[in-house]
């Protein structure tokens, strides 16, 4: 129990640690460049130690539950030796983890306002609303497909650059081609896909299959998953801003 | 305080509704394909709960302490009377301060972003120790605030965006010829770690606040892509750590 207790305080003074820079920059910038006194300092402090707490508990958590499971999933998948299973895993993993996500329900919405004053869809609610949701399904069903690619990858040890940059490509040569107000859209969406819990089960999962295949170096094979959930949506928003 | 309760009450709810859909397809695939019993099912319970409790607490934290500080900053500091340019003309020189804060708000926010430590935890206990959580944080950080203070440059100036990122991806498609192989799914991968919880509301915020204000920028087109450009430059900002540290090991073997 004390040592539970010590590594629990050790934690905190590491978020305290990283939270510090965030508190400096704000500080300082009001203190000296805009010059303004900061308003309610005693919700800012009572916040802070909100968040403060929140990182603790999360990085214990990651290591108590969200890295052993995504292990233990990796591995018991290895040894059952049912590709069909795990690649059906893989996207459903990809798939759930961000047809919900927040950020990007925020994003498509915005992205259906811009579309429709760019006169693309009609400026109704109705067609608003049904563009939003086809473009959060795609991006769900593109990192779905990311992971898919990704697991495949592990389990034949294709090289991770050549599926990237050939990845890169055909993303710069759409983007001649692809509707202006989607192309700002498209880049967005690569980077809000990949949500706070969805990282660490990711990662944890691809490590984990690195490590339980013959062959593979975790090191070498397990990192990449997230790169691929990244650049897929981007590839996908843009064939449908082209579709529609 | 029963504000404050109903509020965090709200946030927590919140939190389970995103859980949700990774908890169904993980028990699913536990209980109907995989049928083993899982080693220490109370150990990883405990765990999803710390892991839900501490993104409820974090959001909400940031909620109350950053988010409209930070956002309150970002209309200051792009308003015209701070920039004091009273012509239509834009003069990206009188943006230095947001340039600035740019950078420095890149940099804080992404050091204390959890996915990208998650990763950093990972990274370090499969190298061994070989690649530091610290060392490889830093670097994302850096990146990220190189990229988003180009990315508020690019808004100022009205620059193409897509320019700036297919320049960017032919230099990390050179340094992918060059890096260590060890270090290529790491870096890609810290691309898409940077920007979650922390970074993106303010970015947002500071490329609306931006887009809005400078005279003949359009928020609704040139709002966008801030968010490319802190996912692009870690990427760069990775490789570029491993090469020097790779460089200053041969050097040193070499004299020793």
């Not at chain 1, 691809?206 to 975790?218: E, F, H, Q, T, Y």
């Not at chain 2, 700036?164 to 290529?184: D, R």
Request: proline share 4%; hydrophobic share 55%.
């Amino acid at each position: 129990m004390i040592a539970i207790k010590s590594h629990f305080l050790k934690q905190l003074i590491s978020s305290c640690l990283d939270l510090f820079p965030i508190l400096a920059v704000i500080s300082i910038f009001q203190l000296f460049v805009i010059q303004q006194p900061i308003p309610n300092v005693a919700e800012m402090l009572f916040g802070t130690l909100l968040i403060v707490l929140g990182l603790t508990l999360f990085i214990q958590g990651l290591e108590l539950g969200l890295f052993p499971i995504g292990e233990a999933m990796a591995y018991a998948f290895a040894k059952k030796g049912s590709v069909t299973w795990l690649l059906t895993f893989a996207f459903s993993l990809g798939f759930a983890t961000t047809v919900a996500e927040p950020a990007l329900i925020a994003v498509a919405d915005e992205a259906a306002r811009v579309v429709a004053a760019g006169g693309i869809i009609e400026a109704t609610e109705e067609s608003q609303q049904s563009y939003a949701f086809g473009l959060r399904m795609t991006v769900a069903f593109s990192v779905g497909f990311a992971i898919l690619i990704g697991v495949l990858r592990i389990l034949r040890g294709w090289p991770l650059h050549y599926l990237i940059i050939s990845g890169y490509i055909v993303i710069v040569a759409m983007t001649p081609f692809a509707p202006a107000e989607i192309i700002g859209i498209a880049y967005d969406s690569g980077g809000v896909t990949t949500s706070t819990i969805t990282v660490p089960l990711v990662t944890a999962l691809g490590v984990g299959l690195a490590s339980a295949i013959k062959g593979r170096n975790p090191m070498l094979d397990g990192f990449g998953l997230i790169a691929f959930a990244s650049l897929t949506p981007m590839i996908f928003v843009m064939v449908y801003g082209m579709l529609l | 305080m029963s504000a404050w309760f109903l509020e965090f009450g709200n946030t927590l709810l919140l939190t389970i509704r995103d859980i949700l859909p990774i908890l169904a397809t993980i028990i699913g695939f536990q209980l109907l394909v995989i049928r083993k019993p899982l080693k220490n099912p109370k150990k990883i319970a405990i765990g999803f709960l710390y892991v839900l409790l501490g993104i409820a607490f974090f959001l909400e934290g940031l909620e109350m302490a950053l988010f409209p500080l930070g956002k309150l900053m970002a209309t200051q500091l792009t308003d015209p009377n701070f920039i004091g340019s009273s012509s239509d003309v834009v003069r990206w020189q009188d943006y230095y301060w947001v340039y600035l804060f740019a950078a420095c708000i890149g940099f804080a926010t992404t050091l204390a972003e959890p996915s990208l430590i998650a990763v950093a935890i990972k990274a370090e206990e499969i190298s061994g120790g070989a690649i530091g959580a610290w060392g490889l944080r830093l670097a994302v950080s850096v990146g990220v605030a190189f990229g988003i203070s180009l990315g508020t440059y690019r808004i100022v100036t009205g620059t193409e965006l897509y320019l700036y990122i297919v320049a960017g991806y032919v230099v990390v498609i050179v340094q992918t010829i060059f890096a260590p192989k060890m270090i290529i799914g790491l870096a890609y991968d810290s691309g898409g770690v940077t920007t979650s919880t922390v970074t993106v509301p303010l970015v947002a915020a500071l490329g609306l606040g931006l887009a809005s204000t400078v005279p003949g920028r359009n928020p609704m087109l040139d709002g966008f892509g801030l968010i490319a450009f802190a996912s692009l430059f870690p990427i760069i900002a990775v490789l570029s750590y491993a090469q020097i540290a790779e460089w200053r090991n041969q050097t040193n073997s070499k004299i020793t």
